[in-house]
């Protein structure tokens, strides 16, 4: 009897469909491996396969993990694409479990903040906009170049910002940008974008602590000069 191949399966049983369509959750062990490797072989679905796989090593994701890809070719059907796939998924898996325990970077004052940037943003001839995105215990979740101008002006994108801040699920912000000129005094222009950015991140329930202006030997705050 032969198999049946994955495209003639109902769609909310096709894995990568039922994944897109009821998220990561809702599939099973087997159906994520499969939509890591994409195909079976001539006698099995790429499900099948990775059902057989599981169930010798009794459905153990960790003695899963250990095996290398040589050991992983062993399996009838499995060739080097697919071991190398499984392996670098579990891989992934192990570094992101490792990301975990590094304690992101507490930022809570101007000067924390224009340590944590100063060096992206020193001894630069052109002006450039980062925001750093943080959660509700003031902690990094990232930072972003947002924009890149000439020697006293930069666009910066408030909907790149924003869209950006929500992705990350950030609750905050900080923004900051250079002087090459190395005046610390804001211009009328970062002035004016620093109240549009605080009204824009009220309206979506963010708040912005503070806009720094970096030169190469010192910052200015618009918290602390009482701005923000």
């Excluded at 998924?89 to 192990?94: Q, V």
Aim: proline share 3%; charged share 25%.
């Amino acid at each position: 009897m032969s198999k049946m191949i994955i495209r003639n399966w109902a769609r909310e049983d096709r894995p990568r469909e039922k994944l897109m369509a009821y998220g990561r959750r809702k599939v099973t062990d087997a159906e994520l491996m499969a939509s890591l490797i994409g195909s079976g072989n001539a006698d099995e679905t790429a499900v099948e396969l990775c059902r057989r796989i599981l169930a010798s090593l009794d459905h153990d994701l960790v003695r899963l993990s250990k095996l290398t890809v040589q050991e992983l070719c062993e399996f009838k059907g499995v060739g080097p694409a697919k071991a190398v796939a499984i392996t670098a998924a579990l891989e992934l898996g192990r570094r992101r479990q490792k990301c975990m325990f590094i304690e992101r970077p507490l930022v809570n004052s101007s000067t924390v903040a224009y340590d944590y940037l100063r060096a992206d943003l020193q001894d630069l001839t052109h002006e450039e906009f980062w925001v750093m995105y943080l959660n509700g215990g003031c902690r990094v979740i990232d930072k972003q170049m947002i924009s890149m101008g000439g020697n006293d002006f930069t666009p910066v994108d408030l909907r790149v910002i924003l869209q950006t801040a929500l992705m990350r699920k950030a609750t905050a912000l900080i923004v900051a940008h250079n002087h090459p000129s190395g005046t610390l005094t804001p211009s009328l222009a970062d002035r004016q974008l620093t109240q549009r950015m605080q009204e824009a991140t009220e309206l979506v329930d963010l708040r912005l602590h503070d806009h720094i202006i970096i030169t190469d030997s010192d910052y200015y705050s618009f918290r602390d000069q009482g701005h923000l």
